[in-house]
């Protein structure tokens, strides 16, 4: 059996190439519609759905290793002549299918890839593959983007590959020619061939078709804007006034580290450097709960089982400022989900004129706050959760 395509028959290397990538891609679909309708309301049925997007997103990235040799191989191969030449219609629409596939075969994967790489969490790739991309940067807006057209470019790809599984039973059970015996088993046809010119017209289209779906994504990012430009709460009271900060969450899940931030909250700080009865003043926090982005995990973060933002749009940190052996503490209540905790968190001071830059972290414990109760396993969302709050503030 030759290993190269001559005229007449794909060779044993171009056959293995096109099964092999057709099964990954295939298996890729099949996981990744399951595991997007799998739900995800208790630990094991997260586990469950992850672990089933790691195999997605692993075996996603096979094929896109193996359809990039694949691409790499044909360029270079002849290609059998096709047995109805004069065909003109179904030859250009066999071959625009063809090179949306070809296209799809670096597009889905990779608008998939650039997805999961600007956003921590959720779903590891499983070796070898890394979880982030040298050029990709952590980003919400450019995670949104990738998704939408992983989105749209897995649509296009299943209506080809249902196209092109079409043309192929339709030359075999009613042509009943050898366009997939010869694909299957490397069969022979036609005896006597007759040279056919490439035509430029279906890779034109096949571009104009994947650039229209890219065009069309755009139109289905969902608008981040809209949470960072929120009303913020009113200018809190106090003689420092926050110029910018993060207030940062970081909670392992599924094993990995996935930190998100609040977008929008205000801090009342009242400061002296000189105690005053053991006191250095006081500082009330409030935090939009709504302007929580989690990694891919955000819209489940802001459901009822974690923040509950639709029952408790706001949680608040009302606390005395005290001094400490590292630096100084802001003691007091954290209402979070409408329940009350003492919580102390530890912070520095730099003092610089009337700047100041603060920082400070305190390790909570979700349960505390009744969060995610049916997730009692810490595998599937840790119990712990590290606040990192950085700020600058100037006198007022
Ligand atoms: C050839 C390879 C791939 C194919 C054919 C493919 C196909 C799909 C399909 C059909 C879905 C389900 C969409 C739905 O039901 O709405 C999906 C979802 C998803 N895929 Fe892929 N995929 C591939 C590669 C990848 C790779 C390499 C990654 C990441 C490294 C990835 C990440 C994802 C993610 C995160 C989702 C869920 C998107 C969401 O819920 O918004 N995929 N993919
Ligand atoms: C059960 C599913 C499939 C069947 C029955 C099938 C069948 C065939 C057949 C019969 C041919 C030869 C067409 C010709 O002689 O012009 C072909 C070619 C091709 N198939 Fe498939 N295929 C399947 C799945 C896929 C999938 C999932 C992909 C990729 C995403 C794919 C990509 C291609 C490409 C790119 C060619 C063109 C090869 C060339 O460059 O000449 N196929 N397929």
């Known amino acids: 059996m030759p290993a190269r395509n001559s005229d007449t028959r794909f060779g044993t290397v171009t056959r293995t190439f096109h099964w092999l990538v057709a ?21 094991e049925a997260l586990a469950r759905k992850a672990q089933l997007f790691s195999f997605h997103k692993t075996l ?37 299918v063809h090179w949306i596939l070809y296209l799809s075969l670096v597009a889905v994967p990779l ?24 050029f990709v940067p952590q980003s919400q807006a450019v995670a949104n983007a990738a998704g939408a057209a992983h989105w749209v470019f897995t649509r296009l790809l299943g209506l080809a590959i249902l196209l092109h599984i079409a043309g192929a039973m339709k030359h075999h059970l009613i042509d009943r020619d050898a366009t997939l015996l010869r694909m299957l088993r490397g069969v022979s046809a036609p005896d006597r061939p007759h040279p056919v010119r490439h035509a430029a017209l279906p890779a034109i289209l096949a571009l104009a078709l994947y650039s229209t779906a890219a065009g069309l ?18 200018p809190a009271a106090g003689n420092w006034t926050v110029e910018d900060g993060t207030l940062s969450i970081t909670v392992r899940q599924m094993g990995a580290e996935v ?8 801090a009342g700080i009242t400061f002296d450097e000189t105690p005053t009865e053991g006191r250095h003043g006081s500082v009330v926090v409030t935090i939009d709960t709504g302007s929580l982005t989690l990694g891919s995990v955000t819209r489940q973060a802001q459901e009822a089982e974690f923040f509950d933002v639709a029952t408790h749009p706001t949680a608040t940190f009302s606390a005395d400022i005290l001094p400490a052996p590292d ?14 905790r003492p919580v102390t968190l530890p912070f ?38 590290v606040v990192d709050v950085v700020l600058t503030a100037a006198r007022s």
């Open 327 to 340: 630096g100084y503490a802001a003691q007091g209540t954290l209402t979070l989900r409408g329940v009350d």
């Open 111 to 134: 608008s998939g890839w650039v997805h999961h790489a600007a956003m921590t969490g959720f779903a590891p790739i499983l070796w070898p593959f890394g979880q982030t991309l040298p």
């Open 60 to 96: 996603g990235l096979a094929a896109f290793f193996l359809g990039l040799a694949r691409i790499l191989w044909a360029l270079e191969e002849r290609r059998p002549v096709p047995l109805h030449p004069q065909r003109k219609v179904e030859l250009t629409l066999a071959w625009l």
């Open 23 to 43: 099964l990954l891609i295939l298996t890729a679909i099949l996981l990744g519609v399951i595991a997007n309708r799998l739900p995800h309301d208790t630990a």
């Open 217 to 234: 994504a755009t139109l289905l990012v969902p608008n981040t804007e809209a949470v960072a430009s929120a009303p913020p709460p009113p």
């Open 348 to 385: 520095s001071l730099l003092i610089d004129g009337d700047t100041a830059r603060m920082t400070g972290t305190v390790t909570l414990d979700r349960r505390d706050f009744g969060m995610g109760q049916s997730y009692d396993d810490e595998a599937a969302v840790g119990f712990p959760v």
């Open 259 to 266: 930190t998100g931030s609040f977008a929008a909250w205000t």
